[in-house]
């Protein structure tokens, strides 16, 4: 009898370390895939594949924060084409995830980036009667993020964007931005993430915003 409870154990033991093999493998590949999606349409049926995953693994938080984040970058590329009125939707979508992945990961810096950026896609979509609201709800959640984790580069990559490209008038600056993305791009080069799974995103794109100040 204990030979056979011993060996369903092992049986048990290696379908779930199959199973957590194969969740890493799908996983890797679909974060990948973040680099090379350019249009809305690849960033949407990104994030349909993450909620897939999301729907399968429901302990687990990273498939449903890249849900998010894929609507995030999708939003973002909408607002560079000038479609504004499509900010709400993609937002809302974003919100669902987020709250999923906030439910089994609490208190996560990372969550709460997203969060903000979520925030400054409906305040993009008419800044001068939703700042009051949903920007002033982006700043608590910049520093909610920033107070978990102060050595977190996407925050200070944000910080760097939102000020880099705030009108003077309103208290934004270019020097200030980009001394922020200095320091941002500092922080990626000592940044390690937990596991290969979490968030690493952030650091060609503040490469990038120095290399415009060196090509000047």
Request: glycine fraction near 4%; charged fraction near 30%.
């Amino acid at each position: 009898m204990k030979k056979y409870i011993l060996s369903f154990a092992l049986a048990c033991m290696s379908l779930l370390s199959f199973a957590q093999a194969n969740y890493e493998k799908v996983m890797t590949e679909k974060i990948a895939k973040i680099e090379t999606c350019k249009t809305p349409e690849d960033f949407q049926a990104l994030a349909n594949d993450f909620q897939r995953i999301a729907e399968k693994e429901t302990t687990k938080w990273l498939p449903n924060y890249y849900a998010a984040f894929a609507y995030i970058q999708k939003g973002r590329v909408l607002m560079r084409e000038g479609k504004m009125q499509e900010l709400d939707a993609v937002a809302d979508q974003s919100q669902k995830f987020i709250d999923a992945a906030e439910s089994v990961e609490k208190e996560n810096s990372e969550i709460h980036l997203l969060q903000k950026m979520v925030y400054s896609l409906k305040m993009m979509v008419n800044p001068q009667e939703r700042y009051m609201t949903f920007g002033m709800k982006a700043q608590e959640e910049l520093n909610k993020a920033e107070k978990l984790n102060p050595y977190n580069p996407r925050v200070t990559l944000i910080k760097a964007e939102d000020i880099y490209f705030t009108p003077e008038q309103y208290g934004g600056s270019k020097t200030k931005g980009m001394e922020l993305f200095k320091a941002a791009l500092e922080k990626f080069n000592s940044f390690k993430p937990k596991t290969s799974l979490e968030p690493n995103w952030g650091k060609e794109e503040a490469a990038y915003f120095i290399g415009l100040e060196k090509a000047k």
